[in-house]
């Protein structure tokens, strides 16, 4: 009887195995997914104000609400990557001919999606920006976007890569490109043209620089303005509105900004966009910005309606719309004024303009935030990283009036305890992590009373790095045998990146600084405790070349603080080198109001004279960095 229920339930037994099986099988393969690709982990890190280390000379609870750090990937772009699959071609298939990958209708049309596609164009120096800006759409889930490539290496690596590209026939220099020099407004006349040459294909066209970051999908903001012509950005730092709707126009008094603008294919579009190209072919001089700012100024109101924000502009008849800085954002009212955090918004978009130090300040800046998009070993660098938990005085950072002397005292603090990092770097082979900065004022290239008036900005605030130091010249190599080894860095936030390998952040030491002599606290590495080394204040190059060395397999060193943490080189000729290598890496503060120069010098050794004081040279023979 027995045998004949099992005979009987036989089927039922089998389905039920067949279904746990199944399910072990899909769970392995999911946590496997999870191992080799971590970042594909829905992420909940974010930074807070713990990360930055305040000690009790310092912020407590209740006052710590007077500072904010700038949040990183807004909630949309956080959630798990679902980025549509690209097309790879296979190795062995041979690439297609140039005249393939021209911008055609017939080309557009394949990647369209509700009449729109999306467009941006550059060389391969850009590379890796073009990298972030398609995985960030990707993410996001958004996939009617073309990549225009001004070089044939670059058309070729993003073909390889599944990316949907065409050829611009620029026959463009592989190389970065200055802002302001002639290749600069090269490009923006490559811009101007693809919008003439795209318009008549009768698609919307949503154009954007290659230095700016999605971090929210934008179709859906841009399809409430059905009537708009154009919807431009701006370099607008003063809010017009606190919710997100379109900029009040007649408040908006910076220029427009066309690293992010939409155009509709309107007779009125088409009309502004052909004398645009007129414009800047008959004249090789004007900047395309300026030109595209000339134009739509020319005639410039009235309201279109009382609701939509829209108004009429360069003839009388196009609809323009100024999109709001605080969540479409600029380098300003991201990085520095935080306003969409201020305004409790979400930012669609980051363009890194308002910012210091050239490309690299740009890769710097988003790297900070985590929106940038780096190959996996730029997360575990040889050698390992040294971190550092900062410590300021509560006076330094909150006390007395925001000025250009507490500015400095807050700002010089710091710059000692970066050199001492930067030394122990030096020594052990590692890539520091810089720390958060703060300042008290802001630096802009126009004569300013600290803050500019009517933005946002709170004092303190978390200023980019490239606002002290000279982010490019930091990462330039530089000759070893006149400048020593060079000290690799990386942001701020990085051991909180959700793309750091599992690999680097369980292998870590921490380290204690104690006074020598006092209970396990001597020049040793046999004296960790609980995965704590005790370390001596004051201890010398050799001292740390010693213990050290029995934890260079080691990927995070991270010191409780900087403070009397190195007593300096023993080696003369080293130390020469390495002073003459980081002295390069301060910048300036800028701009002194009524005072020609107008900047400040920051100076890495600041201490070393009693007499130094933050104000501007007095001659133009003054006028040079302090090496």
């Known amino acids: 009887m027995a045998c004949e229920e099992v005979a009987h339930s036989r089927p039922l037994f089998l389905t039920i195995y067949t279904i746990v099986i199944v399910g072990i099988v899909f769970s392995s393969l999911y946590v496997f997914s999870a191992i080799r690709h971590p970042s594909a982990i829905p992420s909940t890190w974010s930074l807070s104000n713990e990360d930055v280390r305040l000690t009790e000379q310092t912020l407590n609870g209740s006052q710590s609400e007077t500072v904010h750090i700038v949040p990183s990937v807004p909630q949309e ?5 679902t980025r549509p699959i690209l097309s790879v071609p296979p190795r062995n298939k041979k690439m297609p001919s140039l005249n393939a990958f021209r911008l055609t209708k017939e080309l557009v049309q394949q990647r369209v999606k509700d009449n729109i596609i ?7 120096a850009f590379m890796d920006f073009i ?41 463009m220099s592989t190389d970065d490109v200055g802002w302001g020099s002639p290749t600069f407004h090269k490009m923006g006349r490559e811009k101007v043209l693809l919008i003439n040459l795209i318009l008549p294909f009768g698609y919307e066209l949503l154009m954007c620089d290659t230095d700016m970051v999605w971090l929210k999908n934008p179709l859906p903001y841009l399809a409430r303005y059905p009537e708009a012509d154009v919807l431009t950005s701006s370099d607008q730092v003063v809010p017009t509105v606190v919710d997100d709707s379109l900029e009040i126009w007649q408040e908006v008094g910076a220029a427009y900004n066309i690293g992010i603008f939409h155009w509709r294919p309107t007779e009125s579009a088409k009309k502004l966009a052909k004398e645009w190209k007129e414009l800047l072919l008959a004249d090789d001089k004007i900047w395309d910005q300026n030109g595209f700012n000339d134009i739509v100024h020319r005639q410039l109101g009235p309201s279109v309606d009382e609701d939509s924000g829209l108004v009429y502009a360069y003839d009388g008849n196009l609809k323009l719309g100024i999109l709001p800085s605080s969540i479409f954002c600029s380098g300003h009212t991201y990085f520095v004024q935080a306003m969409y955090q201020q305004l409790r918004l979400e930012p669609y978009a980051v363009h890194t303009t308002f910012q210091y130090a050239g490309t690299e300040g740009k890769r710097h800046r988003l790297r900070e935030a985590m929106v940038f998009r780096d190959p996996p070993e730029y997360y575990n660098p040889p ?4 971190s550092f938990k900062p410590s300021i005085p509560k006076s330094l950072l909150l006390s007395g009036n925001h000025t250009i002397e507490s500015h400095f005292r807050l700002v010089n603090y710091q710059i000692k305890q970066i050199r001492t990092a930067l030394a122990i ?20 290239w126009f004569p300013h009373p600290g803050v500019l008036d009517g933005s946002i900005t709170r004092q303190p605030f978390l200023c980019p790095l490239d606002h002290v130091f000279e982010v490019n010249v930091m990462l330039k190599e530089l000759p070893e045998e006149e400048f020593g080894s060079g000290v690799d860095i990386r942001e701020y936030s990085i051991l909180d990146n959700p793309s750091l390998p599992s690999e680097v952040k369980m292998s870590w030491l921490d380290v204690q600084l104690c006074k020598d002599g006092t209970q396990d606290c001597f020049a040793s590495n046999n004296t960790t405790v609980g995965g704590v080394l005790k370390f001596p204040r004051h201890s010398n190059e050799e001292t740390y070349m010693k213990v050290f060395l029995s934890f260079k397999d080691i990927k995070v060193i991270q010191f ?25 890496y301060t ?17 890495m050794y600041w201490d070393e004279k009693p007499e130094w004081k933050p104000i501007p040279p007095q001659t133009s023979a003054d006028d040079h960095p302090p090496w």
């Not at 999306?118 to 391969?124: H, K, R, W």
């Not at 050698?383 to 040294?386: E, I």
């Open 77 to 81: 772009a956080r959630k798990m990557r």
């Open 118 to 124: 999306i467009l941006t164009f550059g060389n391969y």
């Open 131 to 171: 990298l972030t800006w398609v995985e960030q759409l990707n993410d996001l889930g958004v996939s009617n976007y073309l990549v225009g490539a001004m070089d044939i290496k670059l058309l070729e690596a993003l073909y390889w890569k599944g990316i949907p590209v065409f050829d611009m026939g620029s026959h």
């Open 383 to 386: 050698g390992g990283f040294l």
């Open 425 to 444: 770097a030096s020594l052990l082979n590692r890539t520091l992590v810089m720390p958060p900065l703060w300042c008290r004022i802001d630096r802009l």
């Open 560 to 584: 409780s603080s900087m403070q009397d943490a190195f007593s300096g080189f023993s080696d003369k000729e080293r130390e020469d080198r390495f002073r003459k290598r980081v002295k390069r």
């Open 587 to 603: 910048g300036i503060w800028c701009c002194v109001l009524d005072h020609t120069p107008g900047h400040i010098y920051y100076d």
